[in-house]
Every structure is written in C-alpha cells, then in structure tokens.
C-alpha cells in the first residue's frame, strides 16, 4: 500500500492516513474487533464469521500501510503482544510473495515491496522493543529470469548475520520461482557457492521427486550437505512424501518442514488432509513443524497442536485419521528440533544450563488437560532475553 521503493530510488511519499482503506481498517477494528476481542483471544473456535467479513470488505489479507506506521505506532500496540501471549518467543521469518511494482489497497498480504519489508522488523528492534526473537529469510519467488535480485541477496548479504534478538537466516522461501525449473536449478546453484541456507517448498509427489533430482544435481557441482538446506511440505493428503525421497534428503543434509495449517484448509471429512505426521515422524531426517504464514492461518502454535496431536480441523471434523502424533512428539518438533533449522539448537529449543532463558508459564497442563483444551493454552507470564513481555493481571502484585 506504499509505493514501491527500487535500490536507486528515493523514500517513497507514505500512504495518507485519510485514505479510504485506512479508514476501513480503523472503522471495522473499532465495530468488529475490539468488542469480541477478549472472547476471541480464548475462544476455541476459528472466527468464520469475522473472517468472513473481512472478505466481503476486501480486508482479509489487506496489507498495513507502512508510510503510516511510526514509532510511537509501534510502541501503542506492544501492549497487545498476542504472541508472547500464546506465547511465540520464536519466529522464522520466510518472507513471502513480493510486488514487482507499487502495492495498492487492495493487493493481499502475500505481497509486499521487497525493499521495506524488513522496516517494521528493524524499528522495532532499534527501539528494543521486541517481544520475541526473530530470523528473516530473504525470498526470489517473483525473480526475474537473470535472478538479479537473488545475486544482489548473496553479494550485498549474510547469513545469520545480526544478534540473537533479530538476525539474517537463509534463502526462502524460494530461491526463484518454482514452476521456471531451470532458473530454479540456477538459483540454488549461486545459493550453495554463496554457503547459504536455501528453503524451497513441495506440495505434491511430482514437485518433491523433481525437487530432490535438483538438489542432487546441485550437490554434485557444489555441496550442500553441511548447509542445513530444507524443504518445506505443503499440499494436503498423505502417501506422497515417501520413505526413498526422505532418504535421499537426508543424504544431502536436508531437514524438512511440515506444514500443520490444514486444520482450517479442510472442509471435508472424507477426504484425508494429511500430513502424514506419524508415518513421516517414524523417519530420522531432522523435521520441525510450522504453522505458514498468517493469511493463510494463524501463528497461534497451540491451534496447530491441536490438529496435530488430535487430526481435528476448525470446524470440528476428524479429517487425518490414523497419522496423529503425541502430544510430547507434536511439542518436540515445534520446538527442539525446528531450533536445529535455525542453526541455533545451542541457544534454543529447551530449557538447559547454557541456553537462552526464554520461558513460558502456561495457564493450563498441556500434557494433561483434555485435547479441546489444547486451543486454549495462554501464558500467564512470559519472558524473553531477560525481559517480561507478556504478564497476566492475575500475576501482578497488588499496588
């Protein structure tokens, strides 16, 4: 919703606040939102109705106007700090879909201006003001067939490069964009001779089998195996990520990521939504979950555990019977073992002498409360790089 910003252009002019989607976002949070939004933080349930009024106003996905967002913006809103409430202390930025030209009001939230998305990250940082630790990923999947942007990506840049609050990670999550496979073979190449991470995504057996192939081929000029490349499962149903593909993954030192926002992709029970995560949690490969990006479901990760440990989606259904994992298995992966794909498994990921204190006290037992209840885990106090960001009214000692 700002102009678009190019290397050699100048800041572009922001967005004024009178302008007609500014006003519509305001208006809907202050009717819609703000009155239901005690209930929503612990309700249960997906917000259908809500979510479906944000489509019918062309709001669902819209994207905040950054021109608009000043510091003292920022600083308003970290009372609301929803992720040290679920609590996330976390976060694996893959970036997202870029706009090759200006954004306007109604382009969705898959698309940003490559050149200031990172702003909100750096702001909030520069003012010590965030609540959570943060990796960004920087992705090719608009590129042109030259890869121009890419090569800038790995001159200009580098990886893990930052402190352990807001850091550089990898490539992703795309390299190029993946239906052009011979620009995406070349991409992966200039990734690996760079020393680079590099994510790239599959959602159906033919795109894994051929993204595999590339990665062997890539491997054979230039080795990947000590660079933690990933591949991040998508798509729906079980069967296709098979064993002999995950094997050859593994021999190149690639982890993978399953994807666990089908609980709200799902609306029909007699179709299987997958993933497989039992079948799949049986192999060695490193593995992690993750939960995509937030127009297509919400980071909350106890939503996500939900579906996991139970194959239940938002509206109630069983929709991936036979493939749940434990409870304790479905936390292991989002936690533990997704710091190994950070390359910070000796500063994350469990609670030990050494590592980064970062702790969440939880309102309810996860392991032991009934699977609905699941959903519904807050934090009653959480704490970040030494720092309280998030603390319940019933915790605080009276004045």
């Not at 580098?158 to 073979?185: C, K």
């Not at 062997?216 to 933690?228: G, M, Q, T, Y």
């Not at 493939?323 to 500063?347: F, K, P, V």
Request: proline content about 6%; hydrophobic content about 40%.
């Amino acid at each position: 919703m700002s102009e678009a910003l190019s290397p050699d252009s100048a800041t572009p002019s922001p967005l004024p606040t009178a302008h007609p989607i500014v006003s519509t976002v305001r208006r809907f949070v202050e009717t819609e939102v703000v009155p239901v939004a005690a209930a929503l933080e612990h309700d249960d349930e997906y917000p259908h109705l809500l979510v479906g009024r944000l489509r019918e106003l062309g709001l669902f996905g819209a994207l905040v106007p950054v021109g608009t967002a000043s510091a003292e913006t920022v600083k308003q809103f970290q009372p609301y700090r929803s992720n040290a409430l679920v609590p996330l202390t976390a976060w694996l930025d893959k970036s997202t879909i870029y706009a090759l030209g200006p954004l306007h009001p109604r382009q969705g939230s898959a698309n940003v201006d490559p050149y200031r998305s990172r702003d909100a990250w750096n702001a909030v940082h520069n003012e010590g003001l965030m609540s959570m630790r943060v990796q960004m990923d920087f992705t090719a999947f608009a590129e042109r067939d030259d890869n121009a942007m890419l090569k800038e990506y790995l001159r200009n840049g580098l990886p893990y490069f930052g402190d352990d609050m807001l850091r550089t990670g990898g490539i992703g999550e795309w390299p190029a964009p993946a239906a052009e496979v011979a620009q995406t073979r070349a991409a992966q190449r200039l990734v690996a001779q760079a020393g680079w991470r590099c994510d790239n995504d599959a959602a159906n057996l033919q795109a894994l089998t051929q993204l595999v192939e590339q990665l062997e081929d890539v491997n054979k000029e230039v080795s990947i195996s000590n660079l933690r490349w990933n591949v991040n499962l998508l798509g729906t149903g079980v069967g296709w990520v098979t064993a002999p593909l995950l094997d050859r993954l593994q021999a190149l030192g690639c982890s993978i990521q399953l994807s666990s926002n089908n609980w709200v992709n799902s609306t029909t029970p007699g179709v299987v939504a997958g993933h497989a995560y039992r079948t799949i949690n049986q192999h060695p490969i490193h593995k992690s979950l993750f939960s995509n990006a937030t127009h297509i479901s919400p980071l909350n990760p106890w939503l996500h555990l939900y579906y996991v440990v139970t194959g239940v989606n938002s509206y109630g259904q069983q929709v991936n019977p036979g493939e749940h994992l434990t409870r304790t298995e479905a936390l292991r992966l989002r936690t533990r073992e997704s710091s190994w794909h950070l390359r910070m498994e000796d500063r994350l990921g469990t609670i030990e002498p050494g590592k980064l204190a970062d702790v969440a006290v939880l309102d309810r037992d996860y392991f032991s409360v009934p699977d609905v209840e699941i959903k519904k885990v807050r934090s009653e106090l959480t704490v970040v790089n030494g720092r309280i960001v998030h603390e319940s009214t019933g915790l605080r000692a009276p004045k």
